[in-house]
């Protein structure tokens, strides 16, 4: 299973996901996210990290040429937009689709490489749920704790899941062993 970590904004969680073996760290390049990253500090905390695959996030206002700037002075290969965006299909990167929630509609021939499924622990059980995960290449993104990610993992075995990260209260005190703590339990660590 891949791990996708979204929204980094600090070099302790960088360094955690990278050092645990996350597939792709995601930097939020939405000036109207509150988990945003300049370019500067994006690329400051990467330059610590051992040749992580970082992935862009941006939002549905962003245009094609805004994100194809950001895209080249970060070297992005991926990108991450919203299911929505108008000019997802113009974009030439390996790309992330974000789903607020599960839509029964989604047309599973999109030309996309994955899908990020925010969903709710309420529709665990839905079967067209089930069976998009199982035919598409989805991360799967929820309220995961302790308690509940081993079985939702086991029962809907999606190609991936997406954490998305915590800011931190004050710089150095990060999240890091919550995540650790969820994470361990599904055998990252």
């Known amino acids: 299973m891949q791990l996708k970590i979204s929204s980094i904004t600090n070099l302790t969680d ?47 206002h962003q245009t094609k040429e805004e994100i194809q700037f950001i895209a080249e002075e970060m070297n992005l290969n991926e990108i991450q937009l919203p299911f929505l965006h108008t000019e997802k299909d113009k974009l030439n990167f390996e790309k992330f689709l974000v789903l607020d929630n599960f839509q029964s509609t989604v047309d599973c021939r999109l030309s996309t490489d994955f899908f990020v499924l925010k969903m709710d622990i309420a529709d665990i059980s839905n079967q067209e749920l089930k069976y998009f995960i199982a035919n598409n290449k989805v991360f799967i993104e929820t309220d995961f704790t302790k308690d509940n990610i081993k079985a939702i993992v086991e029962y809907l075995n999606p190609y991936g899941i997406q954490i998305t990260c915590k800011k931190e209260t004050k710089p150095g005190f990060s999240f890091v062993d919550e995540y650790a703590a969820i994470l361990e339990i599904i055998g990252f660590s």
């Not at 360094?15 to 300049?38: P, W």
């Open 14 to 60: 960088a360094r955690f996901f990278s050092a645990i073996g996350a597939n792709y760290l995601g930097f939020c390049f939405d000036v109207l996210n509150e988990n945003n990253s300049s370019i500067a500090k994006a690329k400051e905390i990467i330059n610590w990290l051992h040749e992580p695959v970082i992935i862009g996030e941006f939002g549905n």
